[in-house]
């Protein structure tokens, strides 16, 4: 497999995700009002999109994030915008001149485009947009958005591949 074509698939799958990201915070920010409270009834303050479907609700829900995942450390905004760019650049360098296996380009676009994602919305709006609001069996759980989506689907993506590995070089190993 050549260099190009290693690089295809995941640039098209990570410019998708960005795409899709900026479209829904974008539309979410012009279009829903900002959820100022914790509302205590359906839809939470947003657009109900279902209730109780097989114990879960669904709703479209404005609100914002100062920090990272459920808001930690949203008193260190700056810092975690650093961070982040490190972060991304240090993936983005191994994705494209380290990497050599070709399944993980998949799950670390991913990663990739959601935090480029999340780190271009501090600079579009001065914090992340998040809109996805999932009530599961009754646990209220925290608004995020496509991008955080994209992340922890990468990550268990790569969590899955190198079990798999593992798992496979230990039968290889008592084979020998």
């Given at each position: 497999?050549?260099?190009?074509?290693?690089?295809?698939?995941p640039?098209?799958?990570?410019?998708f995700?960005?795409?899709?990201?900026?479209?829904?915070?974008y539309?979410?920010?012009?279009?829903?009002p900002?959820?100022r409270?914790n509302?205590?009834?359906?839809?939470y303050?947003?657009?109900?999109?279902?209730?109780?479907?097989?114990?879960?609700?669904?709703?479209?829900?404005?609100?914002?994030?100062r920090?990272?995942?459920?808001?930690?450390?949203?008193?260190y905004?700056?810092?975690?915008?650093?961070?982040?760019?490190?972060?991304?650049a240090?993936?983005?360098?191994?994705?494209i001149?380290?990497?050599?296996q070709?399944?993980?380009?998949?799950?670390?676009?991913?990663v990739?485009a959601?935090?480029?994602?999340?780190?271009?919305d501090?600079?579009?709006?001065?914090?992340v947009?998040?809109?996805?609001?999932?009530?599961?069996w009754g646990?209220n759980?925290?608004?995020?958005n496509?991008?955080?989506?994209?992340?922890?689907?990468?990550?268990t993506?790569?969590?899955?591949?190198?079990c798999?590995e593992?798992?496979?070089?230990k039968?290889?190993a008592?084979?020998?």
């Amino acid at each position: 497999m050549t260099f190009l074509t290693r690089l295809i698939t995941p640039l098209y799958l990570g410019l998708f995700v960005l795409i899709a990201d900026f479209v829904s915070k974008y539309l979410t920010n012009a279009y829903l009002p900002l959820m100022r409270h914790n509302w205590l009834w359906y839809p939470y303050g947003g657009i109900g999109v279902f209730k109780n479907f097989l114990g879960i609700e669904f709703s479209l829900s404005h609100q914002i994030n100062r920090g990272a995942a459920w808001g930690v450390l949203s008193d260190y905004q700056i810092p975690l915008l650093y961070l982040r760019i490190v972060l991304i650049a240090i993936l983005l360098i191994y994705a494209i001149f380290f990497n050599k296996q070709p399944n993980r380009g998949i799950p670390i676009a991913l990663v990739a485009a959601g935090a480029i994602g999340n780190v271009a919305d501090f600079f579009i709006y001065g914090h992340v947009v998040d809109m996805l609001h999932f009530v599961l069996w009754g646990y209220n759980f925290p608004v995020f958005n496509l991008a955080d989506s994209a992340i922890f689907i990468g990550v268990t993506y790569l969590l899955a591949l190198s079990c798999l590995e593992n798992k496979s070089s230990k039968k290889k190993a008592r084979h020998l």
